[in-house]
């Protein structure tokens, strides 16, 4: 097996990203590129194409083309297993699949790249070694950064003691530079009074005796009895000195001001593509079931929101086919809203849930696809939820606390894919994580994510420690795709109008809006 490149391009063949495991010219890839999507056949079910050089592997990947270039004696099974790695890293490494996101990643999915082949053949490697391998994170390196916050922190509580201290020894100096002022030979004290008591009248001027010891701040300069009074009172504690004092005291090694509290990030978004689903070969007749939910749970048990919407989308490519009925399965549609495209008859109140055009005489579009039909369903009942996530921080008393996250699979006719539960954490924050688990600490989100949740790995459960008391760990996010319908919608069978079945394909994707826990 030879892989030559991998590549990331537009539906028209315009290059995004490519990576050369062997010494090919950037010119022969950008032509490669270029004539790329000409070669693919129309309608075409297959995911390889060949010229007579090259063989193409690919996957459509939303608006792109997630592609292998090999030579044509390469083994195509491994093949589709390495596209189908690099599919799920750039879907674990990128928010959403397009032209933007794909730019602002580039480095990071060169480097996936690299993991995942070398030289043109396929490492032995998986998900969650690639992305720990990309993550880099050294333990030791964050403990360095702990402790030298902590030691700025405690820098700075030993600059603002000492300025409380200097503070204090600078008032006392002021009231003994008063009092000494004052009670000066003479009588200086008796003289004021009476100066007083003359009100504004000239008074003779009073010459204060220098005090025995320098003091750091004068003592008030001399003046008439009566402004002696006032200017000791109001200059006693100037702020207009007290900074620059206390700065040449120290050395000028530190600042008085304390930093600014940085501005809270957003909360992270959690999305995840349906395009890690297996895809679905599609026949003539082709139906598409997709739905997307929107849920709030609470914290402490209990639905706050619950939003179910779903279209069942109808593509027809042979045209001898386009005359033909649906007929839904015979499940429990009771909390389901339907509504029905304009020129599609209303189901019957009895019987079965039949999908057919008004006009028996006239037929559905060819190649092209058509919503025919579309439901809505809201609950307050916190067992319609597909996956029960429960997040329940445990405070320690020393600012940490310990966190213990379950899930559990309550729709278990549904397999979901890449489960993405993200819980913020305090900023530069380190957890210590108990248990085998694929983790990552973002820069203010811990992040564990399960690849497959289905019938038969329905719980899972990890524990973590981590700065914060227990509102900081929430709001909980969670993503995940799944390919089924969560209402249990589904076709049993497609006949024609004028009589007999008609083979047909399905196919059904669950996404996700909103998932969160408050």
Known sequence: MVVLAASICTRSGKPLLSRQFRPIPRSRIDGLLASFPKLIPPNSQHTTVETADVRFVYQPFEELYVLLITNKGSNI???????????????????????????????????????????????SVSLSQVRSVLEGESHEEKIQEIIARNKEAEAKEELKRRAKQLEMQRREQQQRARMQGMQGPGGGGAGGMAGMAGGYSPA?????????????????????????????????GGKKTKQSDLISALGNEAELE????????????????????????????HVTIKEQLAV?????????????????????????????????????????????????????????????????????????GLGVLRWRSTSKDESNVPLNVTVWPQPRGDGTSDVAVEYELEATHLELRNVVISIPIPPNSLPSVSGDANWRAER?????????????????????TCDGDGDAFFPVNIGFVAAGSLAKVDVARATLVEGGDADFSQEKVLTVDKYEIV
Not at 81 to 96: D, Q
Not at 297 to 305: A, F, K, V
Not at 456 to 464: I, K, R, V
Request: charged residues 25%; hydrophobic residues 40%.
């Open 444 to 464: 203010s989100a811990f992040v564990w994510t399960i690849d497959t949740v289905d019938a038969d790995n329905a719980t899972g459960s990890l524990e973590f």
């Open 296 to 368: 709030s749970l609470l914290r402490d048990g209990g639905l706050s929101s619950y939003e179910l919407k779903g279209d069942l989308d109808l593509r027809i490519a042979d045209a001898a086919l386009a005359k033909l009925r649906l007929t839904l399965a015979p499940n429990d549609y009771s909390e389901l809203q339907f509504k029905q495209h304009p020129n599609v008859a209303k189901f019957a109140a009895q019987g079965d849930k039949v999908i057919a055009l008004k006009d028996a005489a006239r037929s559905f579009p060819v190649g092209q």
């Open 77 to 123: 099974l491994q093949d589709i297993s390495t596209l189908s790695l690099l599919v799920r890293l750039i879907s674990s490494l990128t928010p959403a699949m397009s032209e933007p996101a794909i730019l602002h990643h580039a480095f990071d999915l060169l480097c996936a790249f690299d993991e995942v082949v070398s030289l043109g053949y396929k490492e």
């Open 258 to 285: 304390p930093e600014p509290e940085p501005e809270p990030e957003p909360e992270p978004v959690v999305e995840v593509s349906a395009d890690v689903l297996d895809k679905v070969e599609q026949a003539s007749v």
């Open 204 to 236: 003779p001027r009073y010459e204060a005796p220098q005090p025995a010891h320098d003091y750091r701040t004068p003592s008030p300069a001399p003046a008439l009895s009566k402004p002696a009074f006032k200017g000791a009172g109001m200059k006693l």
